[in-house]
């Protein structure tokens, strides 16, 4: 039986997109109930939209400073949509104890490099600046600090020598999609818990391939 998850989005909704299309498939253990947006702008509200998920809008500047009011909305509104699992993709809000303790366990959240390097913002730049030879993308657990829950799964991508952050961006954007769908599925399956870490993208044959 398919697990109802609700997805959390400020913008594009790439992420999303590649949720909702999986869980198209009946064999994908879940179903997503409910697209909600923090932004009224978020481009990936009528992607959700147009593949018939129910999708609210709950502007933060609404609220104001009051971090509560506003999660206390998202949380009704997933209530109300009977959610079990919620995935953050692309939500550029920072969550307050009280939401992360209401799905605590049942939160994951995608971000875009090789956990714990470059947490925060600006991956890309800030893993070409570095020199690293590999990058990638994370799926984790969302806790109250932000980019340190614990990780499910992780793919990584090389960092070729004419790579801008363009360039990178999209390589890892690609894995983002492909990584966060199955490890959506492996969580919901329950083996989530028997690998914290696993490369799902053997990188070496891209390596290879690498001029
Ligand atoms: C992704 O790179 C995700 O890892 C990060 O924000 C970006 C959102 O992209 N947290 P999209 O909205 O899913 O296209």
Redesign the pocket.
């Known amino acids: 039986m398919k697990r109802r998850v609700g997805i959390l989005?400020?913008?594009?909704?790439?992420?999303?997109?590649?949720l909702a299309e999986a869980a198209r498939d009946p064999a994908y253990p879940a179903a997503i109930g409910v697209v909600i947006a923090n932004d009224p702008t978020?481009?990936?509200l009528a992607l959700a939209a147009a593949r018939g998920i129910p999708t609210r809008t709950i502007p933060h500047r609404a609220f104001g400073r009051d971090r509560a009011a506003h999660e206390a909305a998202i949380d009704a509104a997933l209530a109300a949509e009977e959610i079990e699992v919620v995935c953050?993709?692309?939500?550029?809000r920072l969550l307050t104890p009280f939401l992360v303790g209401r799905y605590a366990g049942r939160m994951l959240?995608?971000?875009?490099s090789l956990l714990p390097v470059f947490p925060g913002l600006n991956?890309h730049a800030r893993a070409l600046a570095a020199g690293v030879k590999f990058h990638g993308?994370t799926v984790h657990l969302v806790t109250e600090a932000m980019d340190e829950g614990p990780i499910l799964a992780q793919a990584a991508v090389p960092v070729r020598p004419d790579d801008d952050e363009a360039s990178l961006?999209s390589r890892?954007?690609a894995e983002?999609h492909r990584l966060y769908t199955a490890a959506l599925a492996r969580f919901l399956s329950g083996d989530a818990g028997r690998a914290p870490t696993t490369a799902l993208h053997n990188p070496l044959p891209d390596l290879l391939a690498a001029p």
């Open positions: 989005i400020s913008g594009r909704g790439s992420n999303m997109v590649a978020a481009a990936g953050l993709a692309g939500y550029m959240n995608i971000h875009p991956t993308c961006a890892v954007l983002e």
